[in-house]
Structures are given as structure tokens and as C-alpha cells.
């Protein structure tokens, strides 16, 4: 009987799929791809902003703290958290240049 069973979900499987197929062009498979990716990038975008805003304001913490006892928290790291969080606030503008440049 399971050998029945699955014998006729493959054959409706395979009646399907060219049905299936035959109703969606190359557009709207490419489209349905490129989804997913459209908000994959969004998301990284933000948590980027985010992350780097949290990152400056922490480098500028840090350097307070550098300021009142200069040998617990030593300068190169107020710099590197700095340095990390433009970093990270210019991955979006990267995506946003890419992306004008590919409209010309």
C-alpha cells in the first residue's frame, strides 16, 4: 500500500510540474528569486546603520574613559571602534551607489 501511495504522489507530481511551468515565464521565476535577496539586503543594511551609529557612540564612551584613567582603556581602541563604525555606516551608501550607477 505505502508503495502505491507513493508511486501516485510521483506521478502527480511529475502531471504538475509542466503545468506549473508552463504558466510562469523567465520574468516572473527571476523575479521570484530576487525576492527574497530584496529584503536579505535590506536588513543588512539597517543592522549596518545601526551596528555602526552603536559603534561610534561607543568609541566616544570609551574615549571618555580614556580621558579619566588613560592606561584601563588604551586610545588605539576608541580609534578602532571609530574607525569599525564609519565602516559599517558606509556599506549602505556602497548598495545605494551601486545602484544609480546601474541605472545610467
Known amino acids: 500500500m ?3 501511495i507513493q508511486t501516485g504522489m510521483a506521478v502527480l507530481l ?9 504558466s510562469m515565464n523567465a ?6 528569486i530576487l ?10 543594511e539597517k543592522a549596518c546603520g545601526l551596528i ?3 559603534f561610534i557612540f561607543a568609541s566616544f ?6 580621558r579619566n584613567t588613560p592606561t584601563a582603556v588604551p586610545l588605539s581602541r576608541c580609534i578602532v571602534m571609530f574607525l ?6 558606509s556599506i549602505p551608501f556602497f548598495g545605494y551607489y551601486a545602484r544609480i550607477l546601474n541605472q545610467v
Open 61 to 66: 564612551i570609551q574615549y571618555k574613559m580614556h
Open 27 to 32: 520574468g516572473v521565476a527571476a523575479q521570484n
Open 84 to 89: 569599525l563604525g564609519l565602516g559599517l555606516l
Open 14 to 22: 511529475l502531471m504538475a510540474c509542466p503545468c506549473i511551468w508552463a
Open 2 to 4: 505505502k508503495r502505491f
Open 52 to 54: 555602526g551609529v552603536g
Open 35 to 44: 525576492a527574497p535577496t530584496e529584503f536579505v539586503s535590506s536588513f543588512v
